[in-house]
């Protein structure tokens, strides 16, 4: 009789277990997956704040005026301090549109967009990868004499060889510039000094390492003539 007793009582605590132990197990499957939900949005939170920063850190050091070399660079920031022909304003730019808010480039600008002459279009090339360029200023252009010059603009092919002379695929910081280098013309030019001395064949950089969207410009005192043309004239 003991034993009959017995039996139904296990019997009955064993079926209250297992269903203590279902409704707790369906509380922790209930409250899981909110605690998998906050997780992961905590992390990408994290992860957001941690991009940020990292993209402050970023602007910070890609200041365009931190590497500029030329004893002409402080005259060019007071000639232009701010706006699209300043240094930072230029950094915003592809190449032909950055030198055509340059005041001082306003020739070299004419002669790379086929105003010069309709049949030298340099703009698509010049937009399209990575250049350092030795930039005539105006006065370069205004050293020439007018008929040279005039005659220089009306050949296309020789315009376009002075030109391309004036130009090095991909991107020389100024610590890295001096040595010879095969112009997109085909010729060397080489760079001589360093810092506020730098030479571009017979040329002074005026002020360098002023940075576009796509190249680094160098702007310079004299207009290049390639060796081959030299020689001819």
């Not at 005659?151 to 376009?160: I, K, M, R, T």
């Amino acid at each position: 009789m003991k034993t009959r007793k017995i039996l139904p009582t296990l019997g009955a605590l064993a079926a209250s277990a297992v269903l203590m132990s279902a409704c707790s197990g369906g509380m922790d499957e209930g409250s899981s997956p909110e605690q998998g939900d906050d997780q992961p949005a905590a992390e990408q939170d994290s992860a957001s704040d941690g991009g940020g920063m990292g993209e402050d850190m970023d602007d910070m050091d890609m200041d365009p005026a931190a590497n500029l070399v030329g004893p002409g660079c402080a005259d060019y920031a007071e000639m232009v301090p701010d706006g699209d022909g300043s240094v930072e304003g230029m950094a915003q730019d592809p190449l032909s549109v950055a030198a055509s808010n340059n005041p001082m480039l306003t020739t070299l600008t004419s002669a790379i967009s086929g105003e010069l002459n309709p049949d030298v279009d340099l703009v698509d090339t010049l937009d399209g990868d990575e250049f350092t360029v030795f930039a005539p200023v105006d006065d370069a252009f205004g050293a020439i004499p007018e008929d040279d010059l005039n005659a220089l603009a009306s050949d296309a092919d020789s315009l376009s060889t002075v030109l391309t002379y004036h130009v090095v695929p991909g991107q020389i910081a100024p610590d890295e510039i001096a040595g010879t280098h095969t112009t997109v013309q085909g010729e060397d030019v080489e760079v001589t000094g360093s810092g506020d001395e730098l030479m571009v064949d017979g040329a002074a950089v005026v002020c360098g390492g002023v940075k576009t969207q796509n190249a680094t410009v160098y702007l310079v005192d004299t207009v290049l003539m390639p060796p081959s043309m030299a020689d001819a004239s």
